[in-house]
């Protein structure tokens, strides 16, 4: 089996992962976690985030005393010695879960007379549409497979819209055009009048973000186009705090399929950092516990994700991937989630567990905590399996209903790890997260329940150890198919390993090639993107930082 | 003599799940045409089922199918104005009334499209199809095999484009002619073949396969529900053969000729590991090959399916990486007489093999 950890980087680097209840950060020296804590997060992001880079630093240098110091690490002040800060975050996804922070989106759709009877929105949860449609628009226009378009574009018509977009204050608007990834003209037409007529919108372009499949690239740009705002203040919000901690190193937020992109390019596509966290986390348990093949547990303070492991890598979910119900074709973590955490609120009698969650109010609301409001954390208390807080304030719970809450979230926990296996026989389970407490030491199905080091930050450490890609988006002309796969492939390599890989761990991990009729000499699109480890001692991709 | 019976909406979620496995990888993914369904019903539309037994003799049936290229559908969302534009031109041409309509193949989208058209004409739909699967061409049906007339054929498309092919002096001129007008209009159109009677259904279509989807799909359905692995029920309901179980490599696809052709080719997983599956398509898996030895071909319904899930995974959705699992069901005996396999078997596809069941 080929060695998949990540190369021997001895970079100083930070993790941190911005969950719903905590923000975690590490610093990670080389394959070494040096410091590590955990922090509430807060409302306004920023304090939170800034708040555990304090913790950090004031916890590093003793840390990092253990390990020989690296190169740059000296007497320097430790702010100075970070090349790289890495942060993960779920709030994207939990914007659109949980129906909050959304922008109302102008969708333009761009292909009538075709496609008319399933206009954008048709297949999207009704609370979810309620809040995020706006203005919709269907034009004439688009593309036929071969490069013919459909009818002409009503450029006309996108000009009386995008009037009537600046009239009525609309501040972002998402345009997908029927078979755009062949040909882009009419979203880049529609961009330059939304341009020219409402300044101020956003705009995000089906092309930019998928492949064929009208229904399932729209509703990727719709969701982009309402997390924009959001996306905006979350990353000016990590950024603050970086600059309040006296930080100077380049900042990036990981993305879906464990790569980083620069916090000021990703925040335009907040999309691509959808299922981060679980990536993040899948990733963080294989570095820490050293494991290829197992099935991963992630109990946080809201929800638990239980994920494979296969050959170092999280197992993909196949197909359609829905995110806050709506359908589309990322490629994500296959991963089964319940409304189960340690944030979870109890009721003991009759018993009740969850989804609700106290979230970040953890350390407010719950009753060791000095709160009023029984979570599965004070449960937890209350059983002896973990110490924290004041235990005296759980002593009150009858010890049967206490035992009973603790078997029934085993089983809810036992449940959940049967469905994800896919295997007969059994297997290990490395338990990371903050609520790792609330899960058994003996589980049916499970040969072994792993606990690893660092592990109530597992996600930081994910995030930390986060990969670079390189992708190529090519027209080749006159070549055979393999050929042209091949040169793409080369391409793209040349592209990671500029941007810091390791050659030696490249895999690819997207191919996809799309004739292209319309043009002459056999002309084939190659998509192909190839993510590797940071390797040593080598700058990510030119860190040109906003001033 | 039973009524024609109401659909529920329930019913045509789980037709989409087991038409689309039926499909063997085309037919389009019944999941647009669902979208429609779902909107027409939250109308309040309610499409009836009817048995072909309960057809007069001298009733006409329209025979109706989305026609193109998969990938195509993906982009040119299916409409059921379509669909009903083509049987209302059928109708008329011919100066009749449609008592019924049924479809062309019971794979993928199609199975979906005659609840569009009757959804929009007020008719019910006949439980069968003539393929029991999906095929790419016109010739490829029971009708065909069984040398019924194949024209007249009407063919709409979403602008003012409308075709009537007359007269075509065999299946293959008929695929021919309807297929350069599916081509010029962008490779996809709505189509309704030429019209049957009832004689002609009760003797030679394929019945009682919209039920069959429907069991099929409620059957994965409950597998998921129970925490069973769907592609095992998949296996049990049709009596099928799992054959190969791996990850997809490399697919090859091009849209040429209004069909979407190509290969893709699987390395294998678990049990499988250390082997290769390649499959070649013209719309529909036609052949698959383990380690260059032939395995499977059509008629044997080839079927890829998301080993997790057990959902079908259409020739236009295959993608590097996804983990399958292929499957062959057995294909409708008409399909394997003889003049069957003129029609259908590996050299109606240009392969030079002889057709030996998986299943013999």
Known sequence: ?547 | MAPPRDVTAAELESLAIGAWILGTGGGGSPYLALLNMRRLYRHGVVVQLMDAMDLADDDLVAIVSNMGAPLVGQERLTDPRTIERAVRMMEDYLGRRFRAVMSLEIGGGNSIQPFMAAAMLGLPVVDGDCMGRAFPEAQMTSFAIHDLPMYPLTLADVRDNAVIVARAESWKWMERLSRTACVAVGSIAGTCKAPRTGKEVKECGILYTTTKAIRLGQAVQAARREHRDPVQAVIDAERGLRLFAGKVQDVARRATEGFLRGTATLEGLDADRGHTFRLAFQNEFAVGWLDETVRVTTPDLICVLDTVSGDAVGTETLRYGQRVTVVALPAAPVLLTPKGLEHVGPRAFGYDLDFTSVFS
């Open chain 1, 1 to 547: 089996m080929i060695d998949r950890r990540p190369a021997k980087a001895l970079r100083r680097r930070i993790g941190i992962d911005v969950g719903g209840t905590n923000t975690d950060a590490v610093l990670l020296d080389g394959e070494h976690v040096v410091a590590a804590v955990k922090t509430p997060t807060t409302a306004d992001v920023t304090s939170g985030v800034t708040r555990a880079l304090a913790d950090l630093m004031r916890t590093q240098p003793r840390g990092a005393s253990r390990r020989p110091p690296t190169e740059h690490a000296g007497l320097a002040d430790p702010a100075t010695t970070i090349s790289a800060v890495m942060i993960g975050t779920t709030h994207f996804t939990n914007a659109v879960v949980q129906r909050r922070g959304l922008t109302r989106v102008a969708a333009v759709r761009i292909g009538l007379p075709a496609s008319a009877s399933l206009p954008p929105f048709v297949d999207w949860p009704d609370d979810l549409a309620d809040l995020v449609r706006g203005d919709v628009v269907m034009l004439e226009g688009g593309h036929e497979y071969d490069g013919r378009p459909i009818v002409p574009f009503d450029a006309a018509a996108m000009r009386a819209a995008a009037r009537r977009f600046r009239r009525d204050g609309v501040t972002s608007v998402a345009v997908a055009s029927v078979f755009s990834p062949l040909d882009p003209s009419c979203e880049e037409q529609a961009a330059t009048i939304l341009a020219e007529e409402c300044p101020d919108a956003s705009v995000t372009l089906s092309h930019r973000l998928g492949r064929i499949g009208l229904l399932e690239r729209e509703n990727v740009t719709l969701l982009n186009a309402c997390l924009l705002d959001l996306a905006r203040k979350t990353t000016r919000a990590f950024t603050d705090a970086l600059r309040a901690s006296g930080i100077a190193a380049p900042l990036y937020l990981t993305q879906n399929d464990g790569t980083v992109m620069l916090a000021e390019v990703a925040e335009a596509y907040p999309v691509y950092s959808f299922a981060s966290g679980p990536t993040n986390s899948m990733r963080g348990a294989a570095f820490l516990s050293r494991s290829t093949d197992a099935l991963v547990i992630d109990v946080g303070g809201t929800t638990t994700d239980v994920g494979a492991l296969r050959h170092g890598f999280p197992r993909e979910a196949n197909n359609v991937v829905e995110v806050g119900g709506v359908r589309t074709l990322f490629r994500m973590p296959d991963l089964l989630s319940l409304g189960l955490g340690g944030g979870s609120l109890v009721t003991l009698d009759p018993l009740s567990i969850g989804p609700v969650s106290v979230g970040y109010r953890l350390t407010a609301e719950s009753r060791v905590f000095g709160g009023t409001t029984l979570t599965a954390t004070d449960v937890g208390v209350a059983a002896g399996l973990l110490d924290l807080g004041d235990r005296r304030r759980v002593a009150d719970l009858p010890a049967a209903l206490v035992r009973r809450a603790v078997e029934r979230i085993g089983a809810m926990i036992e449940e959940a790890v049967d469905r994800v296996k896919t295997e007969a026989g059994d297997v290990p389970l490395i338990v990371v997260g903050g609520g790792a407490f609330l899960v058994p030491s003996r589980l049916a199905g499970v040969s072994s329940v792993v606990g690893v080091e660092h592990q109530a930050v597992a996600n930081a450490v994910g995030a930390a150890i986060a990969q670079v890609s390189g992708e190529v988006d090519q027209i080749f002309q006159a070549l055979p198919r393999e050929e042209a796969i091949a040169r793409a492939r080369a391409i793209a390599e040349d592209r990671a390993v500029t941007a810091g890989a390791e050659r030696a761990t490249l895999r690819t991990v997207e191919v996809e090639d799309l004739p292209l009729a319309y043009l002459p000499g056999n002309s084939l699109r190659v998509r192909v993107r190839v993510v590797g480890e940071i390797g040593d001692d080598v700058r990510l991709d030119a860190p040109a930082r906003r001033a």
